[in-house]
Every structure is written in C-alpha cells, then in structure tokens.
C-alpha cells in the first residue's frame, strides 16, 4: 500500500491531505503535537516547533519507512504570526524557521534514504513564498526559504525517479485563519473580495492539489499557486 507521511494534520489543510489519500487508499501517517482526528490514521506525537524534536523521530518512523511500493512526504506544519522586520525578535525568527525550515530539512534527511522510485516530497507554501504583506515577516522569510528547498531538492535527488514540488494555496477556510480574523466580518470582506471567486479555498480543494502533485513527476521542481486566482492592487 502507498504510504503517507504528512506533518500537521491536526487540522485545516493537513487534515484534509490525511482525509483525502486515505479515501484514495493510502495509508496514512500524521506528524504533530495533536493527533489527526480522521479514521484509520497513525499518529506520531511530535512538536517540530521545538529545537531538535524532528531528529528524535528516527525509531518512530522506522516501521513506516520498509515494505511500501511508494511514498509520499507532505510538509504541511506552519503557523503564522503577527511581526514586522523591525521589531522582529530573533528567538521569534527562529521559532518561525524552526518549524518551517528546521523541522521539514530534518524529516527530509531521515526520510529520503528510504524513498524508492516514484515517492514524492511535496511542500505546502503560501502566496507569500514570492510576495509579502505587511505584518507578517517571520512567516514570509521562512515559505521564501522554504522554496528553496523545495528547489535544492529538486537538483540534488535529480536522477532518482524522486520528485518535489510546492503547493502554495491562498486564503484558505481553516481554524488558523478563522482564529486571525475572529468576528471582524469586514476582514473577511476584505479578504474574500482579493479572490477572483470572491470566497474562501476549501481545504479539500488544496488536498485534491496535493494528490494530484504525488502522481505527477512533470511537475518536479515546480512552485503551484492554488489560490483560485486573486485580484492584483
């Protein structure tokens, strides 16, 4: 059986890959401080925000990384908070490439010696992996490094029927965002009106992108924005 290894599938888009492969009949393993809520997944308690967290899963994984035709690694865990490159703290810079960068590098190195051909090492970015908004500095420093890994994975595992690629969705219905807006309605006003569809991405519209990424090597290399197209200022 394909397999699925995916970071943050607590919740929002995370949840949603784990819902989707299992329906596609993967077998699925979930990466996070809380355990995904969706029938028929593993969990494997780890908070990869923490300095080191991610080296320590080698026995962990073990048993997931033997007997499997293919599989598939998602980075999916991030979190974004409010910061500006002037008052940006280094302990909160680093918490930001801890989780974002550190975390995923580490999983990448325990994994990849593993992944046979046809197995994939996707990255879940953001709109903000090429451009930047105000407020949010430390989240936008670490999706545009986060593209270049993306990238040096692409070039280093060239050869070895491995492929990559980065889904970078927009605004996204999720419990993060929800939590950023609370009830200001004219925020998500604000925010549904930059779609060309003017609503929210559906988690599952994200995991349907991300499915399809696995079964497709052209797309190696390749930086996705699933974002329903939005409206330029």
Request: glycine share 10%.
């Amino acid at each position: 059986m394909n397999r699925l290894l995916v970071t943050g599938a607590s919740s929002g888009i995370g949840r949603a890959i784990a819902r989707r492969f299992r329906r596609d009949g993967w077998s699925v393993i979930n990466i996070s401080r809380r355990p995904c809520p969706e029938p028929g997944v593993t969990n494997i308690s780890c908070d990869l925000a923490e300095p080191g967290a991610a080296d320590g899963l080698t026995a962990a994984l073990a048993p997931w990384l033997v007997d499997r035709p293919r599989l598939c690694l998602v980075h999916n865990a991030s979190i974004m908070q409010s910061n500006r490159v002037d008052t940006l703290g280094s302990a909160d810079l680093r918490a930001a490439l801890e989780l974002n960068l550190v975390a995923p590098n580490a999983l990448n190195r325990l994994v990849i010696p593993h992944l046979p051909p046809g197995s994939s090492i996707l990255y879940i970015g953001s709109t903000l992996a090429e451009k930047a908004v105000p407020g949010v500095a430390g989240y936008v420093i670490a999706k545009h490094g986060l593209v270049g890994m993306m990238r040096a994975t692409c070039q280093d595992l060239a050869g070895r029927g491995i492929h990559t690629c980065m889904i970078c969705p927009g605004f996204t219905d999720t419990e993060q965002l929800r939590n950023l807006i609370g009830d200001n309605a004219g925020t998500l006003a604000a925010i549904t009106a930059l779609s060309a569809f003017d609503r929210l991405i559906d988690p599952e519209e994200i995991a349907a992108a991300v499915a399809f990424a696995a079964a497709a090597p052209v797309l190696n290399g390749a930086l996705i924005h699933a974002n329903l197209g939005q409206r330029e200022r």
